[in-house]
């Protein structure tokens, strides 16, 4: 998942004028907003309180980067047990509105596999509107990561980052 977050904002930065496209950076922050929101989560922490908001692409990036240097280490720092414990679903009344029904309680390890299947659906998003306005959309899927003998993330420099802003 890091992996395919870093090639997606490799080429956001790549493209003249997707870091700036109100379109790309929605989808971007949305996608980060919610593996944020799990992983608060997953810790326990209070998933009302605010998020922060970013003023543009290099900030919104940097934020996204650090969410991988805690959620894949608090997963794996958990026990066989708890993933399988079933969560508090604190979004449960917006939940039921989406799907017409109160929903069913999930595991920990199926939040998880939600999150990343969750961000694929999104980084796909930012892949079509990256084209739309003129960009490269890179190819992150799983399979693809695998054929490259998954290779680590290789997230945008900040030169990079100095000469798109």
Do not use: C
């Not at 109100?22 to 929101?37: E, I, M, S």
């Not at 922060?52 to 692409?57: E, K, L, N, S």
């Not at 190819?139 to 998954?150: A, F, G, K, P, T």
């Amino acid at each position: 998942m890091e992996w395919a977050d870093a090639m997606v904002w490799k080429a956001v930065f790549a493209s003249e004028g997707a870091p700036a496209d109100k379109g790309v950076r929605d989808y971007l922050y949305h996608l980060h907003l919610v593996q944020r929101a799990f992983l608060r989560l997953w810790r326990g922490e209070n998933v009302e309180a605010p998020f922060p908001t970013f003023d543009d692409a290099p900030s919104l990036m940097a934020w996204a980067r650090s969410y991988h240097a805690e959620g894949l280490p608090h997963l794996q720092g958990l026990e066989d047990q708890k993933l399988s414990e079933k969560m508090p679903q604190p979004w449960a009344d917006f939940i039921e509105k989406q799907i017409g029904q109160p929903p069913h309680a999930i595991s920990l390890g199926e939040t998880a596999l939600e999150v990343a299947l969750h961000s694929t659906y999104h980084r796909g998003q930012v892949n079509a509107r990256l084209r739309a306005v003129g960009g490269n959309p890179p190819s992150v899927d799983y399979i693809v990561w695998l054929w490259l003998d998954r290779p680590a993330p290789a997230w945008p420099s900040s030169e990079s980052k100095q000469s798109s802003a």
